[in-house]
């Protein structure tokens, strides 16, 4: 995912941003968090199931695992960024702009940050998860 994140900013010619290390960063780290509970869940959701089932699972959970864990990180380090103007931790103000803060971070990766997964992220995710829908029939046979 970080290939698809500079290849995508790259073909924008955005890719001599300063935040170019965070960016490629934040969505490896978001692929390689999500993986072992995407992996999991799919698995989970493919036993005993048709070959297209299981491909279907592994794209479904492979995706939304991604996305989520990646617009998680997001979030976090924009909240980072804004918690220098926050009240202070515990009171009722901060429980209002940490939840606030959050979900604007979610929508703002989910506006510009989504398409830093096209073209590439979305051929190696069509192509990990016919693979595993494949390599699944195989160990059953």
């Known amino acids: 995912m970080t290939l698809s994140a500079w290849f995508a900013l790259w073909l924008r010619e955005r890719d001599v941003t300063f935040h170019l290390a965070e960016l490629l960063w934040i969505f490896g780290a978001g692929a ?42 997001f ?26 803060t959050t979900l604007i971070a979610f929508y703002q990766f989910l506006v510009m940050g989504l398409r830093l997964y096209l073209p590439v992220g979305g051929v190696i995710l069509l192509g990990v998860s016919l693979w595993l829908a494949s390599d699944r029939s195989k160990q059953r046979r």
């Open 32 to 73: 390689l968090l999500a993986w072992p509970s995407a992996l999991f869940l799919a698995r989970f959701a493919a036993i005993g199931r048709r070959a297209e089932t299981r491909f279907a699972a592994y794209l479904f959970f492979l995706s939304l695992g991604t996305i989520g864990m990646t617009a998680l990180l």
């Open 75 to 100: 979030a976090l380090d924009y909240r980072e960024f804004y918690s220098q103007w926050h009240a202070p931790i515990g009171t009722r103000t901060w429980f209002f702009q940490f939840a606030f």
